[in-house]
């Protein structure tokens, strides 16, 4: 694994054919009254430097995007937000960058779910749009490790929901400190309106409904840092196996 920003020029003129490009894409936003706004930043780029170390193959690692589409989150406080079609113009400069770099496989891991969209789409704006000579691949670390989690019942709530359980246990694990016990939210009965699936078949946006939700999917109650290593080192390896493939399959 290496580390995009402590390459030279030429060291990663060297790399860029012969390697995958992974570029971990966060958000800063709102996470409830006890979690920093920095929560999804955290978690994608740990999941990504512990997926491209583990990956048998070569794997250059960006620094994370700390921005993306949060304006759901806006009302809360503690957010910042990129417009929707700006956001895809800055994923589709970053990968062109790298294209011109030298990169011809470029991987987006995403870990906020307002960017999922766009992390889906920005191949088509490079390959097609651009009609750059490179393998683009967008998805986020959930949809990545959708198998290996509905696999296994971590028992913290929805994954990755929102400042709930799941979030909370990874913090614990990675940036304890962060984590201000104190103000988790009081156990609740049920999930707030906001974790349960809507309708399948489509994507649903429904005004007010974070506002609802106290901008929480559910309670951190059964969170604990042997919970979030173990989510982490799950969705790692799910992530770690996809970087393999892709690379394999992207000649
Ligand atoms: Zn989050």
Redesign the pocket.
């Known amino acids: 694994m290496y580390r995009f920003e402590e390459q030279t020029r030429d060291r990663l003129r060297e790399l860029a054919p012969s390697s995958t490009v992974l570029v971990p894409v966060g958000?800063t936003?709102q996470?409830g009254p006890h979690?920093p706004v920095g929560?999804?930043t955290t978690?994608v780029t740990a999941i990504a430097q512990r997926a491209a170390a583990a990956a048998d193959v070569p794997v250059v690692v960006t620094p994370t995007l700390p921005y993306g589409f949060a304006h759901h989150h806006l009302p809360f406080g503690g957010t910042v937000s990129l417009g929707l079609v700006g956001y895809l113009d800055v994923l589709t400069d970053i990968g062109r960058s790298l294209a011109v770099d030298g990169f011809r496989r470029i991987v987006f891991l995403n870990?906020?779910?307002g960017n999922d969209g766009a992390v889906r789409s920005v191949g088509d704006r490079i390959v097609f749009e651009r009609e750059l000579d490179v393998h683009v691949a967008g998805t986020s670390y959930w949809t990545c490790a959708a198998d290996a989690l509905a696999d296994t019942d971590l028992g913290v709530g929805p994954v990755?929901?929102?400042?709930g359980g799941f979030?909370t246990s990874c913090m614990l694990a990675l940036r304890p400190e962060l984590v201000r016990r104190e103000l988790m939210p009081a156990p609740e009965p049920d999930l707030q309106p906001l974790a349960y699936s809507d309708i399948p078949g489509a994507t649903i946006r429904r005004a007010g409904v974070w506002a609802a939700s106290d901008g929480r999917t559910d309670d951190s109650r059964h969170a604990s840092a042997e919970t979030g290593e173990r989510a982490l080192a799950l969705i790692a390896a799910s992530v770690a196996a996809f970087l393999a493939g892709f690379h394999r399959s992207a000649q």
């Open positions: 958000s936003e996470h979690l929560t999804d978690i870990g906020h779910g990755p929901g929102h400042a979030e």
